[in-house]
């Protein structure tokens, strides 16, 4: 039962930590690039989703993963162009203000449009059932999908990053942007691209997220916060630190919900007979299970109190 119990938990965690990567890997891309912590990050996940939905009704699942992201790209894109380079010279309270405004407009859209309702979203047939079977708990192909995408994600991004003409341009545009303006680059349009780009992630992440739970107008205030432990957590601006961040968190959180240990259960344990008149009852008799959501937030504030910079952040301001 311990083996069976440590390999279903390992494996569920590292596909929900592989899918909180994807949504915090835009995130990263944006603050790191640019500077601009974006609040309406989760939003651009929750389109995302609806938008897939919609497609996935006239063209299939298939070619909606690809649409869908470019759709939530060209939003992004439009977002900076027209709205947040016109706030960033003031600073970054307009922007993180901005930003704020765009998670309520975009939420009240998507009520507006598709309403306050789950819809039915859903893979196609040859992603649905069990993958395999480990100890008699089948693993499902959705979350195989997830870790594919995921982790076929990461590797654009290096790729992209480290190893093309392309990201070149962007990190020199973020180190130097006046040299990279002299040399002829358009700074403003990379700009523009990095942060569509990194709306485009979010997308990604709502296509394939919004089968694997529930799409609807409360899924991005479901993971807004999560993201942001996770990149705060990992260092900002540290996509490698997102990444590491992301398992961690995932397999703390789901390690936690399938235990149900508590002090009360380890007094026990040692000779002690807790009772309800037992000073700190209430406490006591809490399972592990039961503070399972407050853990990532747990170490945030120790993570915030003994390394601020985060486990691999490149960036403290």
């Known amino acids: 039962m311990t083996l069976e119990f440590f390999t279903i938990s390992l494996l569920n965690g590292l596909s929900y930590g592989l899918l909180l990567f994807m949504l915090s890997a835009g995130l990263t891309l944006i603050f790191s690039m640019m500077g601009v912590l974006n609040f309406a990050h989760a939003s651009f996940y929750m389109v995302g989703a609806y938008v897939a ?6 063209m299939g699942f298939w070619w909606s993963l690809l649409a869908a992201p470019l759709v939530v790209f060209a939003l992004g894109a439009a977002f900076e162009r027209f709205c947040l ?5 003031f600073g970054h309270v307009p922007e993180l203000l901005v ?9 009240e859209v998507v009520q507006l449009i598709w309403g306050r309702a789950a ?22 192909k959705s979350r195989a999908f997830i870790m594919f995408i995921s982790l076929a994600m990461l590797a654009g991004i290096w790729l992209l990053l480290s190893r ?3 990201g070149l341009v962007i990190q020199a545009a973020l180190t130097h942007p006046e040299m990279a303006q002299a040399l002829g ?4 349009r990379i700009f523009m691209l990095v942060f569509g780009g990194g709306a485009a992630l979010a997308g990604l992440a709502g296509v394939v997220g919004g089968t694997a739970f529930v799409t609807e107008p409360a899924m991005a205030g479901s993971v807004g916060a999560i993201i942001f432990v996770v990149v705060v957590v990992g260092g900002l601006g540290s996509l490698s630190g997102a990444f590491l961040a992301s398992i961690l968190i995932g397999l703390v959180q789901t390690f936690a919900v399938a235990m149900d240990q508590s002090l009360m ?21 809490l399972t592990i ?3 399972a959501p407050v853990l990532p937030f747990l170490l945030l504030v120790l993570m915030l109190i003994f390394r601020p910079q985060g486990l691999l952040g490149t960036r403290e301001g």
Request: net charge positive.
């Open 119 to 140: 819809v039915n979203y859903a893979l196609p047939g040859e992603l649905q059932g069990p993958l395999f079977t480990v100890f008699g708990t089948h693993f499902p």
């Open 265 to 285: 259960t380890l007094l026990a344990r040692l000779g002690y007979v807790v009772t309800p008149e037992t000073l700190g009852y209430p406490l006591l008799k």
């Open 289 to 291: 299970s039961q503070v």
């Open 85 to 89: 380079r016109r706030v960033h010279q």
């Open 164 to 166: 093309t003409r392309i």
């Open 53 to 58: 939905y919609s497609l996935s009704q006239v």
């Open 99 to 107: 930003t704020f405004g765009l998670s309520y407009l975009l939420l």
């Open 185 to 188: 680059h358009n700074v403003p």
